[in-house]
Each structure stands twice: as C-alpha cells, then as structure tokens.
T-cell receptor
Framework: AQSVTQLGSHVSVSEGALVLLRCNYS??????LFWYVQYPNQGLQLLLK??????LVKGINGFEAEFKKSETSFHLTKPSAHMSDAAEYFC????????????FGQGTELSVKP | DTEVTQTPKHLVMGMTNKKSLKCEQH?????MYWYKQKAKKPPELMFV???????INESVPSRFSPECPNSSLLNLHLHALQPEDSALYLC???????????????FGPGTRLTVL
C-alpha cells in the first residue's frame, strides 16, 4: 500500500530564510505526488504536482519540489520565506490502482518568524 | 471557474437533527469527494463519486449519507450524529483518472460542523 511520511510536524524559519519541508513516499509503482497548503480555516490549495514529466517541479508562490526516485523523496523548498507562508503543508500520493484516492502525510506546520 | 463552493460555512446541530452539506463545482469534473478533517490532522477520505455513481465508501457510518444529484452537485446528509463527528468537512473534485493522468483534486473551503 502507498504511504507518505512527512518528517517534522512543525518547522519554524525566519523571514527570508530557506524553507525545506520533507516528504518521503513508499510506492511499488511510479507515483503521482502532490503538495497542498492549508491556511487556517480554509480548504486545501494545490501548490504543485509531480507527474513524471520533469523531476524539478515549480509551483505557485515561489515553491518548488524535486522528485528523487533513489531517495523516494519529494521535498518542498522555497528560497526565501515570507510571513504569508505560515500554514499547514500536506504531501500526498495518488495510486493509479486506487481510483484516484489521495494518501496524505500527517502534515507539517510552518511558522515564519519576523 | 476553478472554484469548489460549499455551504454552509458553519453548522451547529444537535444529535437528533437532520441536516445537509452541499458542494458545487462547474469545472466539468466527473469525480467528487467528501473528506473529514480533524484539527491538526490530514483529511480523511469518506466517499468518492465517479460519473455520479458511488465508487468508494471508506466504511463510513450510515449516519452520513452521500448523494450526487448531478455532475456538478454533491450533498452529504447528516442524521443522528455524535459529538465526535464534529470536524471540518471538505469537498473536492477532479477529472476522472485516465491512463497516464494525474488527478489533482480541487478543494472547497469546507463546512465547520459542531455536534452538540
């Protein structure tokens, strides 16, 4: 079965610092991978997705993620954090054999200090 | 229109009440989803509709009853809920998976449900 592990339930960075949120997946088949962001009292917004077209994926709001098959990782990065980036971030994997079902990681809460 | 809308935004109900949550999308998506999300947790899938037919039921108690009247609408009927059912209920939609496709899901803002 597919699974996703997000290392670190809470990450704190200073404004302007590098953001690195970690995601590892387990999959016996090539996965589809997603990063979603959830601001307080809102739904989930898609940041970016990996669909095997390119290993470095650029998303919205300056975020990007790199797919590394050898490490089964899909870490999310942003060169310079803004206060507005403070939110909950979820990594998710979609199994082609499970009818579109998304498997979510436990989430990482990002705090940005002024 | 790339938006999924949900009504109401907030709902407070007693354990004997009957209420419904509504979800609507106009992106031409033929897959629609209900999720339940507790605080500080990821969304948990409840139901999936594909072409207006229920395709996945994640062993959800019968006090939750989904309905998909047409390709744009999704309802969740609630009856005799328990306080532990209090949560954020999210609706999502996507294209139906085709060979080689990645079905990113578009989420609505959610309904915050409180059961007293």
């Amino acid at each position: 079965a597919q699974s996703v592990t997000q290392l670190g339930s809470h990450v704190s960075v200073s404004e302007g610092a590098l953001v690195l949120l970690r995601c590892n997946y387990s999959s016996s088949v090539p996965p589809y991978l997603f990063w979603y962001v959830q601001y307080p009292n809102q739904g989930l917004q898609l940041l970016l997705k990996y669909t095997s077209a390119a290993t470095l994926v650029k998303g919205i709001n300056g975020f990007e993620a790199e797919f590394k098959k050898s490490e089964t990782s899909f870490h999310l990065t942003k060169p310079s954090a803004h206060m507005s980036d403070a939110a909950e971030y979820f990594c998710a994997v979609s199994d082609p054999g499970q009818g579109g079902k998304l498997i979510f990681g436990q989430g990482t809460e990002l705090s940005v200090k002024p | 229109d790339t938006e999924v809308t949900q009504t109401p935004k907030h709902l407070v109900m007693g354990m004997t009440n009957k209420k419904s949550l509504k979800c609507e999308q106009h992106m031409g998506h033929r897959a629609m989803y209900w999720y339940k999300q507790k605080a500080k947790k990821p969304p948990e899938l409840m139901f999936v509709y594909s072409y207006e037919k229920l395709s996945i039921n994640e062993s959800v108690p019968s006090r939750f009853s989904p309905e998909c009247p047409n390709s744009s609408l999704l309802n969740l009927h609630l009856h005799a809920l328990q306080p532990e059912d209090s949560a954020l209920y999210l609706c999502a939609s996507s294209q139906v998976r085709t060979s080689g496709g990645a079905d990113e899901q578009f989420f609505g803002p959610g309904t915050r449900l409180t059961v007293l």
